[in-house]
């Protein structure tokens, strides 16, 4: 008789589970660059970390340096540009889709970077076991799946228990950017981040928007489609951990 299957439990996701079939471009990056995939152990889905994974972030990139990471970076059209620019930085991408992963490895194979690492998982699930307390000098959520539908609004990653990771996870000095081009969006953000205790916005309302950040795939569309971005800037409120 075949055995019983466990039930996997299927949590809220920010993202929807697509076919991981890559083109031959991404099959001969993915190939080429293995080395810059850092594997963790799954807990039941393909994309989700288990409660014991451990990642040792100098050991991944060979020294110790800030970090930066990413989560939800499609194609890497930010981290690749962002990562040739400060060499001195150490910059993690966690993303779920693999073709992107790929297309990421490629566009930082182009730019000449080795200062990219990626892990193929929920960015959710990686910060909160991955990464330490305090580790981190800057968050990149750039352009996040907007879930329009108000019963799908739960899916949205940035809510207040997501906030609440990132507020323990950044350094004192540390940042998270974010941005959007979707309005509600962007005004659901600033309402979650602006009323929570650990988090201070470091601008006044609107962050203008970060130079050092290209228009990535989803910025584009959203400008061709008449959207307006916004970008928001947090840190860490002075006093506030005490
Ligand atoms: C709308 S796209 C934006 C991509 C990119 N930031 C850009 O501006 O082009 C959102 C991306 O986030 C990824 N994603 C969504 N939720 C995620 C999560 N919890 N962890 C990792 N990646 C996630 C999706 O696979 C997708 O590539």
């Not at 690749?80 to 993690?92: E, F, G, I, Q, T």
């Not at 941005?179 to 988090?199: F, G, I, K, N």
Request: glycine share 6%; aromatic share 8%.
């Amino acid at each position: 008789m075949a055995e019983a299957r466990p039930r996997v439990h299927r949590e809220v996701v920010s993202f929807v589970r697509r076919s991981s079939r890559m083109n031959p471009s991404q099959q001969k990056a993915w190939r080429e660059h293995a080395d810059w995939v850092i594997r963790v152990p799954a807990r039941d889905t393909d994309t989700s970390v288990a409660p014991d994974a451990h990642l040792d972030v100098t050991d991944a990139f060979g020294r110790e340096a800030p970090l930066v990471v990413e989560i939800g970076g499609g194609t890497g059209d930010v981290i690749s540009a962002v990562a040739a620019k400060h060499p001195d930085r150490n910059y993690l991408a966690f993303e779920v889709f693999e073709p992107a992963v790929a297309s990421t490895l490629s566009k930082c194979a182009r730019a000449g970077v080795d200062n990219v690492r990626v892990v193929v998982a929920n960015g959710v699930d990686a910060v909160a076991t991955l990464i330490g307390d305090r580790a981190l000098t800057e968050l990149w959520t750039f352009f996040p799946d907007p879930w329009h539908k108000k019963r799908h609004h739960k899916r949205r990653l940035v809510s207040r228990p997501f906030a609440d990771l990132v507020a323990a996870k950044l350094a004192d000095d540390g940042v998270w950017r974010l941005a959007t081009d979707w309005e509600d969006y962007a005004l659901a953000m600033r309402e979650v981040l602006d009323e929570h205790p650990l988090l201070v916005n470091r601008h006044d309302g609107w962050a203008p928007r970060w130079e050092d950040r290209p228009q990535s795939r989803y910025e584009a569309k959203g400008i061709a489609a008449g959207r307006t971005i916004y970008d928001l800037c947090y840190g860490i409120r002075e006093g506030g951990r005490r």
